[in-house]
């Protein structure tokens, strides 16, 4: 953590994915509590910063940086919606590094699919609670989730196209692949691809 934040510098933001996919299944969010679902970091920051946490009940963060309060004005009631999380990833152009793991796991390429309205998505809603320390709201999450009767999983052979070591670079980390890419470049890109082939993520 003291090398991500020596890095972003005063005038950076940081991100860390504190996922938490229980809301889904009728369980309240505790943002203090729930558990990350996408890593052991993110629960050693949560016992540590849950207050850097933000709201939204499945796709979380902790928030370190100059634009803390700009994430925490995030849309919460709707997880890739033009207000969300993602949204202000986009606008400030944010870098996505994937640490060891493959780019077909960016929750942002989601937030792309939902603003293309693909067709093996759509719209569900979830009714549940979000609590914080004895504060308990009753929120309606809007989900854009994938039909159960089609494979949705992302071809990572697709996301690796768009490589072109200045916007969306592979690098090394011992025996594993990691990638930097930008918001913007990701989302444009795909936007293009998608425009003329809606499946073009999973085909």
């Known amino acids: 953590l003291n090398f991500l934040l ?6 950076g933001t940081i991100l860390i994915p504190t996922y938490n996919y229980d809301f889904t299944k009728g369980r309240i969010f505790d943002r203090d509590k729930s ?13 540590r910063y849950s207050k850097n946490r933000t709201f939204e009940p499945i796709f979380n963060h902790i928030v370190f940086g100059k634009l803390k309060s700009l994430i925490f004005n995030s849309q919460i009631d709707e997880s890739f919606g033009n207000k969300s999380v993602f949204s202000k990833m986009e606008k400030n152009d944010f870098k ?17 699919e939902k603003k293309m309205n693909v067709k093996y998505r759509y719209n569900k809603y979830f009714i549940g609670y979000l609590k914080d320390k004895k504060n308990k709201k009753k929120i309606t ?18 996301i690796l196209d768009l490589i072109d070591q200045k916007n969306f670079i592979e690098s ?15 989302i444009n890109e795909l936007k293009r691809k998608i ?8 085909k």
């Not at 558990?35 to 016992?47: D, E, T």
């Not at 996505?96 to 937030?111: D, N, Q, Y």
């Not at 090394?172 to 990701?186: E, I």
């Open 96 to 112: 996505v590094v994937c640490f060891c793991c493959s780019p077909s796991t960016m929750t942002l390429i989601h937030f792309v």
């Open 172 to 186: 090394t980390y011992g025996r594993f692949n990691c990638y930097s890419v930008r918001a913007k470049y990701l």
């Open 35 to 47: 558990k990350s679902n996408v890593g052991s970091f993110g629960n050693y920051l949560i016992k």
């Open 141 to 158: 999450l809007k989900y854009h989730v994938g039909k159960k009767k089609i494979d949705y999983s992302l071809k990572e052979e697709k």
């Open 195 to 202: 425009k003329n082939k809606n499946n073009y993520l999973i």
């Open 6 to 11: 020596k890095r972003i510098g005063k005038k």
